[in-house]
């Protein structure tokens, strides 16, 4: 069985930042791409930013220059560093990994974290 679980949501001022982290544990063989997804009330989930085993990342358009992804392949970890916060940042924001475990590959979801960016 695999499981993603986040921590470093939570409340900040705007301007503010956040760190995000996501560690997956369980059987896995190989974690093919991790990615954070944001999904604010009555909208749909949407990709903030993905990133390849070998550390290539891609960011939605709303992010770049704010938001930075990193991994740590041998921690089986995903790293969503938050600067510059904005109001429309908030929302809650969820793990990703398309890995290879007992089965065959597929993607996995953490439980989500809110993120709230208010003054």
């Known amino acids: 069985q695999v499981q993603l679980v986040e921590s470093g949501g939570g409340l900040v001022q705007p301007g503010g930042s956040l760190r995000l982290s996501c560690a997956a544990s369980?059987?896995?063989?190989?974690?093919?791409?991790m990615g954070w997804y944001r999904q604010a009330p009555g909208k749909q989930r949407d990709l903030v930013a993905g990133?390849?085993?070998?550390?290539?990342?891609n960011y939605a358009d709303s992010v770049k220059g704010r938001f930075t992804i990193s991994r740590d392949n041998a921690k089986n970890t995903v790293y969503l560093q938050m600067n510059s916060l904005k109001p429309e940042d908030t929302a809650v924001y969820y793990c990703?990994?398309?890995?290879?475990?007992?089965?065959?590959?597929?993607?996995?979801w953490g439980q989500g974290t809110q993120v709230t960016v208010s003054s």
């Open positions: 369980g059987n896995i063989f190989s974690i093919y791409v």
């Open positions: 990133i390849t085993s070998s550390g290539s990342a």
């Open positions: 990703n990994a398309h890995l290879a475990g007992l089965g065959p590959s597929r993607g996995y």
